[in-house]
């Protein structure tokens, strides 16, 4: 599996996927340690009580979907801008702390040409912690 960096344009602050573990044409799984070195946004986000934002984990989830239809795609060397279009469906169903590795498990519902959509869940350990709908397009 390639790198993640050769996979999606973002990086740090703003890269939530440390890695890509598989992916196929129907599905993808990817990982992301939330720590409070590396992510600052704990610092006020509930002070003395750090938990994940809900649209850093949606973003997260995001990012995995981007780089599942990248890395099964033919786009050669070129890493295109996949963008968010909507997210609909979305359920946070326990926080995500600092030392948490969030676990995104991706399924595709459709995908045709540029559009995308997706149905992902993220676990932490054996509990399920987010899930949504996301649908996405490749920007040209």
């Known amino acids: 599996m390639k790198d993640i960096k050769e996979l999606l344009p973002h990086r740090?602050?703003?890269?939530?996927?440390d890695k890509l573990v598989s992916s196929d044409a129907a599905s993808?799984?990817?990982?992301?340690?939330?720590?409070?070195?590396?992510?600052?946004f704990f610092r006020g986000h509930f002070p003395g009580n750090p938990i994940v934002p809900g649209v850093i984990l949606v973003e997260s989830m995001a990012q995995v979907c981007a780089a599942s239809v990248i890395a099964n795609g033919s786009f050669g060397d070129r890493v295109p801008i996949?963008?968010?279009?909507?997210?609909?469906?979305?359920?946070?169903?326990?926080?995500?702390r600092p030392g948490d590795t969030l676990?995104?498990?991706?399924?595709?519902?459709?995908?045709?040409?540029?559009?995308?959509?997706?149905?992902?869940?993220?676990?932490?350990?054996?509990?399920?912690?987010?899930?949504?709908v996301l649908k996405c397009f490749v920007e040209e």
Do not use: Q
């Open 28 to 40: 993808a799984v990817g990982e992301y340690t939330f720590t409070l070195e590396r992510n600052s």
């Open 12 to 17: 740090e602050p703003f890269l939530f996927v």
């Open 82 to 96: 996949f963008l968010l279009a909507a997210v609909s469906d979305v359920r946070f169903l326990r926080p995500v």
């Open 103 to 132: 676990v995104t498990r991706a399924s595709v519902i459709r995908s045709r040409g540029r559009f995308h959509s997706f149905d992902a869940e993220g676990f932490v350990g054996d509990d399920r912690v987010v899930k949504a």
